[in-house]
């Protein structure tokens, strides 16, 4: 409903435009008709009701500014909402196979990042959509909640406040955590925290640099990641002793820790022990430490080498005992190498080999591009069109008591579910329909925060000669600001999509044909969906309801 708090409070002739949009379409600058619709959203208990309204005028808008009251029922109250204004991001090369339903806007600006502000200018004839996101709390009584909003500015030079009510209807499943097991790669490189740090590059292990971990940490268990990428062999400290190297984890284990306090572990997963030699189709070789003058580097070595097999018999028995005696063997998982294919996989099962001979306790997983690693790895991830492909094998594992999980990246492409920038957003929710669909625990994807030069302006990689290029998104889902990570929304996006795994499989255990069906109508194959919005806003409502039926 709209409210309009006095007359001629909203000028009438600049084609002002003040319209509520589904927070699931992506509202482009030239967007300037928009379906009715109201704020109204579903929600269980603990996970988040998001809300979007688009903003245009003919002539510019000064100081669009937001604010909302706190929703209640009766003597029941939510969280206040938290505002922000979404930016727009350039893609400059389009994905080089793109799908059917891509976004074009003709400016190459595409919505994407969340911008932590509560008011801003807007040119004429660009639209801002405002978002709006409130937190349920676990706790909240069950029922429908009201509330709301406040557009107000200067266009034309008159002022126009427009008020909407925006309604939460919350039902009665409770969400607190999640069993997906979700990880973004991220990076902790001087420069990548010198984009939190006002632009100036972070001494690893300073107090700057621990508090920044934190702040990616807390951002990542807030939008339920609970995998965490973490490196026992760049974060260990190598001392010269009599007669080998003495291994420090002293940082290792300070980083594990930060992220078990602020909510991601979870699982930690630890980083790879080895690279391609050189090129694509060369074979996999180790990192081995060298110190020299008190510094140490890493060089490449097969494992078969002396100097290689003595360094690895050593480090991977303390590092056993090391997470053993932490507590943390049980949810500790080990990559090697990533990416595996055909010319490569016999020099990955000889690190395998060398690995389960001498630290037999390490789960390894590892993104695979290759079928031929059999007793080699224990939670296989392959790309997602690699799993459609290879289903039945990866159906196999899982029988055999093993885990397959599927990533994404810069591929798959054409008409795959993914996070690129282009996709309409339900494609990224999607990504976890497929996990439920086809009984898939766990989503890998490398870029969390390899931010490139400016992220708020180009979001593509650069081109190669075979003309492969990282499509617009594909190195971050975050942005970054002055000590702290903006959201996007892709990652709002995926974090509701990681909420519908769990209502799925909440709603299987009570009536899993129902499950079974609402996710098939949805995700139809591997790369075949039911993308519209309403329609996917229905089949989730019947969740909740389902879900909220006394048994």
């Known amino acids: 409903m709209l409210l309009l708090l006095a007359a001629g409070c909203r000028p009438a002739d600049h084609s002002l435009i003040i319209a509520p949009v589904d927070p699931l379409q992506k509202v482009l600058r030239e967007a300037a008709f928009f379906s009715p619709t109201d704020l109204v959203a579903d929600v269980a208990r603990g996970e988040h009701a998001s809300y979007q309204i688009a903003v245009r005028a003919s002539v510019p808008i000064t100081g669009l500014a937001a604010h909302a009251t706190r929703a209640t029922m009766a003597d029941a109250e939510l969280p206040a909402p938290t505002l922000g204004m979404v930016g727009y991001v350039k893609v400059g090369r389009a994905t080089p196979v793109p799908s059917r339903d891509r976004l074009l806007p003709p400016s190459g600006y595409y919505p994407d990042p969340i911008l932590e502000m509560s008011a801003t200018d807007v040119g004429a004839s660009q639209t801002q959509p405002v978002w709006m996101t409130v937190p349920i709390p676990v706790e909240a009584p069950p029922g429908q909640y009201s509330g709301e909003v406040t557009l107000s500015g200067l266009v034309g030079g008159k002022r126009f406040r427009e008020r909407h009510t925006y309604s939460v209807r919350v039902h009665a499943p409770v969400v607190d955590s999640t069993r997906l097991r979700v990880t973004n790669w991220y990076t902790l ?107 140490t ?35 500790y998982m080990q990559h090697l190498a990533d990416e595996p294919i055909e010319a490569n996989a016999d020099s990955y099962v000889e690190i395998a080999d060398f690995v389960r001979r001498h630290a037999p306790e390490l789960r390894i997983i590892e993104a695979v591009h290759n079928r031929d690693l059999v007793g080699s790895i224990d939670v296989w991830v392959p790309q997602l069109d690699f799993l459609d492909q290879d289903f039945d094998f990866y159906a196999a594992r899982m029988q055999q008591g093993e885990e397959a999980w599927f990533y994404t990246c810069l591929a798959p492409q054409g008409e795959y579910a993914n996070r690129f920038v282009e996709l309409p957003l339900i494609k990224t929710r999607i990504l976890h329909w497929i996990n439920y669909r086809y009984n898939i625990p766990g989503y890998l994807h490398w870029g969390y925060n390899s931010w490139r030069h400016n992220p708020f302006e180009e979001t593509t990689g650069i081109i190669t000669e075979s003309g492969n290029v990282l499509p617009g998104g594909d190195a971050w889902i975050v942005y970054p600001a002055s000590g702290r990570i903006l959201s996007s929304l892709r990652l709002e996006a995926m974090r509701d999509g990681i909420v519908d795994y769990e209502l799925l499989r909440k709603l299987e255990a009570r009536y899993p044909e129902e499950a079974s069906e609402l996710a098939r109508r949805v995700v139809y194959r591997f790369d075949r969906y039911d993308t519209s919005i309403e329609a996917f806003r229905a089949k989730r409502r019947r969740v909740l309801e389902l879900l909220s039926t006394v048994p």
């Open 297 to 331: 580097s890493f060089e490449r070595l097969p494992i078969r080498d002396a100097r290689a097999s003595a360094f690895y018999a050593r480090f991977l028995s303390v590092l056993v005992e090391h997470l053993r005696e932490r507590g943390w063997l049980d949810r």
């Open 189 to 295: 490189s001087p420069d990548r925290l010198g984009m939190l740090n006002d632009g100036v590059p972070v001494e690893p292990y300073t107090d700057r640099y621990w508090d920044l971990v934190r702040v990616i940490a807390r951002k990542m268990a807030e939008y339920r990641q609970n995998v965490a990428l973490i490196s026992p062999l760049r974060l260990a400290q190598y001392t010269q002793g009599e007669d080998r190297l003495e291994i420090d984890f002293a940082h290792f284990d300070r980083t594990v820790r930060i992220f078990q306090e602020e909510g991601v572990i979870g699982l930690i997963e630890g980083s790879h022990i080895g690279r391609r030699e050189s090129t694509w189709t060369t074979p996999f070789v180790v990192h081995v430490p060298v110190l020299e003058n008190g510094e």
